[in-house]
């Protein structure tokens, strides 16, 4: 009976200290699997935060360069400078300088003053030269309308004046290129004539020409290129 008593306490013994390894053991194995998830999981986060950091500068890159994108497509349909079209300037007659040397240039004839036409016009327009009065008075002295008179061909002198140098010797001046005769004979309009209140082909002839005819004839070649 003795005997059983202690057997019973050696089995009862034996198997509470079974028990114990056995929680013991299961207790170690819950730890390192809590610790092997734990390191997986601070694994997958890092991964997880990489990838995410990554797909931003992505974008942010993408961002960046769809904005460069952007700007040279607004750059690229900016309209040039070029394409401005300057305001119109009128200098006489309701015309532009280029328009009024136009002008000018189908009434000179195809004889030696021929194309002197944007001259004619921006030196009457600067010296304040009615530049339908100054072609006409040229047309008549030179006789260019048809053929050019030899004063014109030999000594350049468009508009008849008198001076010196003179022209072979004679009392009409030589001037030493066709442009310097032009300008000559404008500048002596405005001297002479239209700076002192003579502005007017019937003011001017008088003191211009000695035939009395003189102002209808300027006056015919006047209505003939304000209507060309």
């Not at 995410?52 to 500068?57: C, D, L, N, R």
């Not at 280029?98 to 195809?110: M, P, Q, T, V, Y």
């Not at 010196?164 to 405005?190: H, K, M, Q």
Request: net charge positive; aromatic share 8%; glycine share 8%.
């Amino acid at each position: 009976m003795r005997y059983l008593k202690i057997t019973t306490i050696l089995i009862f013994v034996a198997g509470t200290l079974l028990l114990s390894a056995g929680i013991a053991l299961n207790s170690e194995e819950s730890m390192q699997k809590i610790e092997k998830t734990t390191k997986i999981n601070e694994l997958y986060t890092k991964n997880m935060s990489a990838s995410a950091s990554m797909i931003f500068k992505n974008k942010e890159n993408k961002s960046v360069s769809n904005s460069k994108t952007v700007l040279t497509d607004v750059e690229m349909k900016t309209s040039p400078a070029s394409v401005i079209i300057p305001p119109r300037v009128e200098v006489y007659d309701g015309l532009t300088l280029e328009e009024l040397a136009d002008k000018i240039n189908r009434n000179l004839g195809s004889d030696y003053i021929a194309g002197k036409g944007y001259l004619i016009a921006s030196e009457c327009v600067a010296r304040g030269v009615d530049p339908y009065i100054a072609v006409a008075i040229m047309l008549h002295e030179t006789g260019c309308k048809s053929s050019c008179s030899s004063l014109a061909r030999a000594c350049n002198n468009v508009g008849g004046q008198k001076g010196s140098p003179g022209c072979n010797g004679g009392s009409y001046r030589a001037f030493a290129t066709l442009d310097e005769g032009i300008i000559g004979f404008i500048a002596n309009l405005e001297k002479n004539y239209f700076k002192v209140g003579l502005t007017t082909i019937d003011t001017i002839g008088p003191r211009y020409a000695e035939g009395s005819s003189w102002p209808a004839k300027i006056h015919w070649y006047v209505d003939q290129i304000r209507a060309s």
